[in-house]
């Protein structure tokens, strides 16, 4: 099976390298993107199993993210990560397709187990 391919798009540079860092260790394919623009721009491009995005950003922020890329690809897992403990977010994100929220700061083991939970989704969905 080729490599799992995340994108993280969250404006604070050190949150996007630091889980590039520790994703690449478990054989993930990760890039990083401080812009939502840009990364939605990259989705044109590319297919991603799974988008991490940040919540508020400047510009294209988290919610317009999961809408674009559940709107261009229904099977693309996002998880949505946030330093916002809003119950109406996190209600609005699970409405338009979330796959998960996650509250930082976040254990990276949590995130972790997401990612597999998505992975196996995935797996299943397409037949594999």
């Known amino acids: ?15 996007g390298k630091r889980l590039k860092r520790l994703l690449e ?7 990083i993107f401080t ?3 840009v990364a939605l721009e990259e989705c044109d491009r590319k297919h991603f199993d799974i988008v991490i ?3 508020k950003m400047g510009g294209v922020d988290g ?13 693309t897992k996002v998880i949505i990560i946030t330093g916002f403990r ?3 977010s996190s ?4 409405i338009k397709g979330a796959f998960d929220y996650l509250v930082k700061p976040f254990k990276i083991e949590d995130l972790k187990r ?12 397409s037949g594999q």
């Open 1 to 15: 099976m080729n490599k799992t391919r995340i994108m993280i798009v969250d404006d604070e540079p050190i949150v």
């Open 25 to 31: 260790k478990d054989g993930y394919e990760v890039e």
């Open 35 to 37: 812009k939502g623009s």
């Open 53 to 55: 995005t940040d919540l």
């Open 63 to 75: 919610m317009k993210v999961l809408e674009t890329v559940r709107g261009k690809n229904p099977d």
């Open 86 to 88: 809003k119950m109406e």
């Open 91 to 94: 209600n609005e994100a699970f």
């Open 114 to 125: 997401i990612i597999k939970k998505a992975e196996s989704e995935l797996k299943n969905s």
